[in-house]
Every structure is written in structure tokens, then in C-alpha cells.
């Protein structure tokens, strides 16, 4: 497995969301409440939510600004932060099973962090390639799946942070 000094456990999401032109700049977020009309996560206290719970709360309130929030945006103008590309063998046998793992990782990565999703999954034949919103989702994807299957795992960091290749094999 081939990681990157500055890909790890210690990079935190600070690195891959300073240079992002589609987060407001830091300490200038949306002011009160907002609801993406898209995918109707929640934005409160400088945070986004993915929660049902709370945008039924939130929706009916007068001062809520109806927007799109930036993984909306970011997928709507196909721009990926991450692309994991999977190959082999094995994929073939076990496609099924590895797709499910990464649909559950995305699931776990839009409660914490609504703006890291998939943005698309694209099947093509002998390969599957995977579109993120976060350059440390595609990251994470890799690792799971290196260590559910082992196989082969490459990182290829783009030098401004904002953008990782992953390619997994097996």
C-alpha cells in the first residue's frame, strides 16, 4: 500500500477544505438557519446536518433561507474532489459486497459531515469508478477497502490538496 507522508491520520479535514472555492471562507458562513433544496440538509450553528428530525423542525420556521448547499453544488457542476477507481479481478466476483461497503461508508460519512457524499458511482464493465465530494472520503474509501480485501492501494494527491486519486486492485 502506497500512502502519502501528508495522507494519514493526522492530516485532519483541515487540508482538504482550506483551498475549496466551494466553502464560504473561514469565519464567514451562512447567518441563521438554511435548508438545501436539494438534498435538505440543515444548516445551524455553522454546521450542515443531514437529519430528518431537524429539517422537519427547521422547514416550517420564517427566517430560513432555502439554498444549495456546496455538495449539491459541487455535483450538480460535476466537480469531484476524489475519484476512486476500482479494478480486478476480484471486483468481478465480488462486486455486489464491495459496492454495499462503500454505500455504508458514505451513509456513516454524510451523518458526521453531510458535505462528504458520493457525488456518482459509474459501473464501466471491468471497473468501477467512484465520484466524491471530499478528497478524504475517496481517501477513506481506499482504506476500507484495503482493509476489508487487501489487494493493492494507490493515493496520488493533487499537489494543492483539494483533489485525490485513489486506485484499488485486486
Known amino acids: 500500500m502506497k500512502v502519502p507522508r501528508e495522507v494519514g491520520k493526522h492530516t485532519r479535514n483541515k487540508v482538504y477544505s482550506e483551498n475549496d472555492p466551494y466553502l464560504p471562507p473561514k469565519g464567514k458562513g451562512l447567518v441563521g438557519i438554511a435548508i438545501c433544496k436539494d438534498c435538505t440538509s440543515v444548516y445551524h450553528n455553522k454546521k450542515w446536518f443531514l437529519d430528518a ?3 422537519k423542525e427547521k422547514k416550517g420556521l420564517k427566517n430560513v433561507n432555502w439554498v444549495t448547499c456546496p455538495a449539491c453544488k459541487k455535483t450538480k457542476e460535476n466537480v469531484p474532489n476524489g475519484i476512486v477507481k476500482l479494478k480486478g479481478d476480484f471486483l468481478k ?16 460519512s454524510k451523518k458526521y459531515n453531510p458535505l462528504k457524499r458520493i457525488m456518482k458511482l459509474q459501473d464501466k464493465g471491468g471497473e468501477v469508478e467512484v465520484h466524491t465530494t471530499s478528497a478524504k472520503l475517496a481517501q477513506r474509501i481506499g482504506s ?27
Open 53 to 55: 428530525k431537524m429539517y
Open 93 to 108: 466476483q465480488h462486486k455486489e459486497e464491495i459496492l454495499n461497503l462503500i454505500h455504508n461508508e458514505d451513509d456513516r
Open 144 to 170: 476500507i477497502l484495503f482493509k476489508a480485501y487487501s489487494g493493492e492501494v494507490e493515493y496520488k494527491k493533487h499537489e494543492n490538496a483539494k483533489f485525490m486519486r485513489v486506485e484499488w486492485r485486486r
